[in-house]
């Protein structure tokens, strides 16, 4: 099957009037150095620049935060800020799966704890996250990893999971992608960077390329 639409989700809030619209999600390091990591923002800057790659090589996108297909090329700040609802998110993804070509995607960034504030952590990598490895989301999912070698993120792991809402609740094939570790700071910086957040965008594009039914660019 040649896909020709991508749901592209970015979990958790961004910033609205300088506020980060999630309680948790952040990080702020104390060691080896003061820097701060909203993970909201990080989602929002990878999947504006992957809308905008998918877009280039005809593939419909829709956006479940906000609720609509995109049409040109966007920035994070373009992006819907408010923290929408899984299930809402879910339930419009699910309202758009029309013809059976549709691939929903979630950009994430990974954390352990539950503390905000401390020092850098040692825990490194990129994971992606199926339902089943098998069938299509299976190869995109190896392609990935084979992908991240070119970003400077660690590939860590694919794996099998039938909890995630966003996996056993949606329709149609979908996986989630774990970006790093944002409480490690050589994760968190690189992660922070237009270069880094295209690195991983286009690791991402470069994984299902060869299952998407490429056209005509798509922006108006």
Known sequence: MKYDRVIL???????????????????HFTEPEEFSFYEGVFNRGVASKLMGLLLEHGIEVYDPVEGCYVTEDRTWEDLEQ???????????????????STLFLSIHSNAIGKVNTGPSQNVRGASVFVYRNSGDVGLIASNLMSEYKTTCLRPRKIV??????????????????????????????????????????RAHFESMKNLLDIRSPNIV
Not at 87 to 93: C, G, I, Q
Not at 172 to 188: H, K, R, S
Request: with cysteine; hydrophobic share 30%.
């Open 82 to 100: 408010s923290d929408v609802s899984l299930s809402v998110r879910v339930s419009r993804a699910n309202s758009e799966n029309k013809r059976g």
């Open 9 to 27: 989700d970015y979990g958790h809030g961004g910033m609205i009037d300088g506020k980060y619209q999630t309680a948790g999600k952040q990080y």
């Open 160 to 201: 099998e999971n039938q909890s995630f809402y966003v996996l056993r609740k949606t329709s149609m094939p979908a996986m989630l992608t774990e970006n790093g570790f944002y409480v490690n700071i050589d994760d968190a910086k690189c992660l922070s960077t237009e270069e880094g957040q295209w690195e991983v965008a």
